[in-house]
């Protein structure tokens, strides 16, 4: 094992702590992970030490006579050639979702090549993975994915599984009572959310054995990490605490802080008492005790809530007192600090406000992680974090969620262009935050390479590469299905909604806001499922080919939910049933597909949770845990509710589908009944069901059942046709408003007014949208051309849900003097396809304008479109 301190003081460069190279144990830490992802097959790769070029990692490999030379300046640049080698010169590929190992024989002959990372730091994770996706992992399954991580040239990994045996230490030896103690402890599911200071005691309490086991766990994940050559990023003190502590230090400065998402708040030290530096001290000790140190310090306070005072010299000392604590107990320490505070609260941290906070602490002894820079960049709104050193990362996954999507192109070009731009500051790396993985590992595979290029590849021929190593060499219908993919869900970084997961009667899509084709999204299934003879047996494949039909199936499963709104609305009992009937079908099928696949199965969720319990009732209460997390994430009437969404087999049926039957039969009461539907004693009763589901013990199974070929294959034959009718362009329909000049009060950047009277009323993506927020007046407006005859004016506004709008309609003719023509301030009727129709006597208008004054969901409105006729 490598020594624990990683880093001399030498090794405190320009930028902060970096990574140090190895004397001769990198080569036999390379070999052996070599060893752990090849098998026998590794006997054939040498490894030898090298050393960096310029502060910088670098890697060099050779290959002749069947026998591949990689040479690196540490284990993780070793790591990094040899994962080069295999995947561009062996059509060879590592993943969470399926390895493809079959090399060649011999070994390929390659030209010698070099490749020097411009990155110091190569960041991941975020905390909420910890919790998303990691939650019950043991040591077998961080084996594995610190091996993904040094492959994909990981250095500087965020380590803080098993922190409460720190706390639990820190906190007895402060008096507090182990009731107290496990009172603050969250659950096992929701750590990091405890750890961040968004909560106490939610889904616990932890118990012994799973805090020490957890600290054993931590012991072995950072010394295989610095074996390996990582950074690994430690705890620091944030300042949460129980709130017995004041008991115990009367004195003592606490502060509540405001809820977060519906919890009660929590407790605070404030920065400034001298016991916040003394806990945060005695914490780094204990760490260091139990887990050694490599420096750097993770730490976050107030990550999603506004500190109790915007004046800068509070936030100055608020940011000495949380670097005081960790250099307190290390004088070398390094402050790394998330930079979504800085977009997440940008109405608080105003420039004084985060320069105030920054320039607290030397510029050597932190660093930045700009966490969405995909996205939501801070580093170009903060003179590139006012001085400190930096790094470009992507967060892509929220909550865990399973879906097909993220930016390809954004990605490829980000990095170098931050690293070209004169603006950059100190950048000195790429990272990924996503809250989620074992999803998209497309996404992830492109992110990390770039830490080792400094030039945008050609996304064409890296997709083309990216098929051929995925499924072991050239096949060109996988190259053209992964061509159609990078159109489609990889040309968008929006996340897939799916109305099967949202809770019925609430405000949810009529169909999932796509910024790509699906009739094109479903040719990249055909074009799968054409190799399915030659590629049928590869797990890679396998995975793919569900993933790809479950995404075109839940897109055509909002369709489906629209079709049954559609005839609940116009009180129609036998089509509503029979839209009902094949909603419900579908998520049986999606379920049948998902089922040949562990990694898309709720029982494998469960049974990893339950394997942490000692005894049965430990089991039970792991298993509530687990969820609780994926469904209501947290209490009955919680407003997080959904936000760790799966689509997994089990859940769909399980979970999805019986919330969706007591919906079905109460709107069927509502027909039958000739009443109207109850949606707050739905809610409700909705509610309540779903609490016991948490509760539940059902078994579900882990392995999977059935052919994912064979169930791939039955569902495009079924569903194909459909999705081609359903999703054919909508011919306009034309009436006296169709494509004339349009204006408005104000248009939020996606939604133009000419959106509202292009004559497509069937496509809720395509609407004209603003908010009241900063445009209280809400007008849209359209010019006939010339006065004409208008009698009757059909408002549709955006509709899929329960959602409802108030409006008025006005006709002048010389946009000037208004005549009200319908006044719909007080409609209450749910908004849907066909729209709202206002008759009214026929006059001669040139032009027409719509106001809407209310929406019953949110600040926002919406017109898919606005039509006009003579009678």
């Known amino acids: 094992m490598i020594c624990k301190q990683l880093l001399c003081s030498a090794c405190i460069l320009a930028v902060g702590a970096v990574p140090r190279a190895y004397g001769d144990t990198t080569a036999e830490a390379a070999a052996a992970l070599a060893q752990r992802v090849l098998g026998e097959r590794a006997a054939e790769f040498t490894f030898e030490n090298i050393p960096q070029s310029d502060g910088r990692d670098v890697f060099e490999v050779s290959c002749s006579d069947g026998r591949a030379l990689v040479r690196g300046s540490n284990p993780v640049a070793m790591a990094s050639g040899l994962n080069w080698y295999l995947k561009y010169h062996c059509d060879?590929?590592?993943?969470?979702?399926?390895?493809?190992?079959?090399?060649?024989?011999?070994?390929?002959?390659?030209?010698?090549?070099?490749?020097?990372?411009?990155?110091?730091?190569?960041?991941?994770?975020?905390?909420?993975?910890?919790?998303?996706?990691?939650?019950?992992?043991?040591?077998?399954?961080?084996?594995?994915?610190?091996?993904?991580?040094?492959?994909?040239?990981?250095?500087?990994?965020?380590?803080?599984?098993?922190?409460?045996?720190?706390?639990?230490?820190?906190?007895?030896?402060?008096?507090?009572?182990?009731?107290?103690?496990?009172?603050?402890?969250?659950?096992?599911?929701?750590?990091?959310?405890?750890?961040?200071?968004?909560?106490?005691?939610?889904?616990?309490?932890?118990?012994?054995?799973?805090?020490?086991?957890?600290?054993?766990?931590?012991?072995?994940?950072?010394?295989?990490?610095r074996e390996l050559g990582m950074t690994p990023v430690l705890q620091g003190f944030t300042g949460h605490v129980p709130p017995e502590l004041k008991e115990r230090f009367p004195e003592a400065r606490l502060q509540q802080l405001p809820s977060w998402c519906g919890f009660p708040g929590t407790h605070f030290v404030d920065p400034t008492d001298p016991l916040f530096v003394r806990i945060g001290k005695a914490f780094v000790e204990e760490q260091t005790r139990q887990f050694g140190t490599d420096h750097l310090y993770a730490s976050d306070t107030f990550i999603e809530m506004s500190p109790p005072s915007n004046d800068p010299e509070f936030l100055d000392a608020m940011g000495k007192a949380i670097y005081e604590a960790m250099a307190a107990a290390d004088p070398d320490a390094v402050?790394?600090?998330?930079?979504?505070?800085?977009?997440?609260?940008?109405?608080?941290?105003?420039?004084?406000?985060?320069?105030?906070?920054?320039?607290?602490?030397?510029?050597?002894?932190?660093?930045?992680?700009?966490?969405?820079?995909?996205?939501?960049?801070?580093?170009?709104?903060?003179?590139?974090?006012?001085?400190?050193?930096?790094?470009?990362?992507?967060?892509?996954?929220?909550?865990?969620?399973?879906?097909?999507?993220?930016?390809?192109?954004?990605?490829?070009?980000?990095?170098?262009?931050?690293?070209?731009?004169?603006?950059?500051?100190?950048?000195?790396?790429?990272?990924?935050?996503?809250?989620?993985?074992?999803?998209?590992?497309?996404?992830?595979?492109?992110?990390?390479?770039?830490?080792?290029?400094?030039?945008?590849?050609?996304?064409?021929?890296?997709?083309?590469?990216?098929?051929?190593?995925?499924?072991?060499?050239?096949?060109?219908?996988?190259?053209?299905?992964?061509?159609?993919?990078?159109?489609?869900?990889?040309?968008?970084?929006q996340t897939p909604n799916p109305v099967v997961c949202a809770r019925p009667g609430s405000t949810v899509p009529r169909k999932a806001r796509r910024a790509y084709d699906v009739p094109t999204l479903l040719r990249a299934w055909q074009a799968l499922l054409e190799c399915s003879g030659e590629l049928g047996d590869l797990a890679t494949y396998q995975h793919d080919l569900v993933d790809v039909a479950r995404q075109v199936l839940m897109d055509l499963s909002n369709v489906f939910y629209a079709d049954m709104l559609d005839a609940y609305h116009a009180q129609d009992r036998a089509a509503f049933g029979e839209a009902a009937a094949r909603f419900r079908r579908l998520i049986r099928d999606v379920d049948a597909l998902l089922a040949t696949r562990r990694e898309f199965r709720l029982g494998a969720w469960i049974a990893d949770a339950r394997r942490w319990g000692e005894t049965e009732e430990e089991q039970r209460h792991y298993e509530w845990n687990a969820r609780n997390q994926i469904t209501l994430w947290g209490p009955r009437d919680g407003v997080l509710h959904e936000y760790a969404r799966k689509e997994w087999a089990g859940l769909l049926t399980g979970f999805y589908l019986p919330r969706w039957d007591l919906f079905i039969e109460r709107l069927d009461q509502a027909l039958?009944?000739?009443a109207a539907f109850d949606a707050d004693a739905f809610g409700q009763d909705v509610r309540a069901w779903e609490e016991a589901w948490t509760r539940g013990t059902e078994t579900y199974a882990a392995a999977p059942v059935g052919d994912a070929v064979a169930e791939a294959r039955r569902a495009l034959d079924q569903y194909g046709p459909i999705i081609s009718e359903v999703y054919k362009p909508e011919t306009p329909t034309v009436t006296l408003t169709t494509g004339k000049p349009a204006t408005c009060s104000a248009a939020l950047p996606p939604y133009p007014a000419r959106l509202a009277n292009d004559g497509r009323s069937g496509n809720t993506d395509q609407y004209w949208a603003t908010d009241v927020t900063d445009d209280p007046e809400a007008w849209w407006q359209v010019d006939l051309g010339e006065p004409m005859t208008v009698g009757r004016v059909v408002v549709v506004g955006y509709y899929g849900d329960t959602r409802y709008y108030g409006f008025t309609v006005e006709t002048s003719l010389d946009a000037t003097h208004w005549e009200m023509a319908a006044d719909r301030r007080d409609n209450t009727a749910p908004a849907a396809r066909r729209g709202y129709t206002c008759r009214f006597e026929p006059?001669?208008?040139?032009?027409?304008?719509?106001?809407q004054t209310h929406n019953s969901a949110n600040t926002g409105r919406h017109l898919v479109e606005v039509m006009a006729f003579e009678e």
């Not at 006059?843 to 106001?851: D, H, I, M, S």
Request: aromatic share 14%; charged share 20%.
């Open 92 to 225: 060879a590929c590592v993943s969470w979702v399926g390895d493809q190992l079959e090399l060649p024989r011999p070994l390929p002959t390659v030209e010698p090549f070099r490749k020097t990372t411009p990155c110091r730091y190569r960041y991941y994770f975020n905390y909420c993975t910890f919790s998303y996706t990691m939650a019950w992992w043991d040591w077998a399954r961080w084996e594995r994915e610190i091996d993904w991580m040094a492959l994909n040239g990981i250095n500087m990994p965020l380590s803080v599984t098993g922190q409460e045996a720190v706390w639990q230490k820190v906190f007895r030896d402060l008096g507090l009572s182990d009731d107290a103690i496990n009172r603050f402890f969250v659950g096992p599911a929701y750590l990091p959310f405890g750890w961040m200071g968004c909560m106490d005691g939610w889904g616990g309490p932890l118990s012994q054995a799973w805090i020490d086991a957890h600290r054993g766990l931590e012991q072995e994940i950072v010394a295989r990490e």
């Open 843 to 851: 006059r001669p208008t040139r032009y027409l304008r719509v106001t």
């Open 335 to 493: 402050w790394v600090m998330q930079g979504w505070v800085f977009v997440n609260n940008p109405k608080f941290w105003k420039p004084p406000q985060a320069k105030a906070l920054l320039a607290a602490v030397p510029d050597d002894r932190m660093i930045l992680l700009d966490l969405y820079c995909d996205t939501r960049p801070a580093w170009n709104k903060t003179e590139a974090f006012y001085g400190k050193p930096w790094t470009w990362c992507i967060i892509h996954n929220f909550g865990g969620k399973l879906g097909m999507w993220g930016d390809l192109t954004v990605i490829a070009q980000g990095p170098p262009a931050a690293w070209a731009s004169p603006e950059r500051g100190r950048l000195a790396g790429v990272g990924m935050m996503m809250e989620g993985i074992e999803q998209n590992p497309i996404v992830y595979d492109l992110m990390m390479e770039m830490a080792w290029r400094e030039e945008p590849p050609d996304l064409d021929a890296w997709v083309r590469d990216y098929a051929r190593r995925r499924y072991g060499g050239p096949n060109a219908k996988a190259e053209e299905a992964w061509a159609l993919l990078r159109r489609t869900v990889y040309g968008t970084g």
């Open 672 to 674: 039958a009944s000739d």
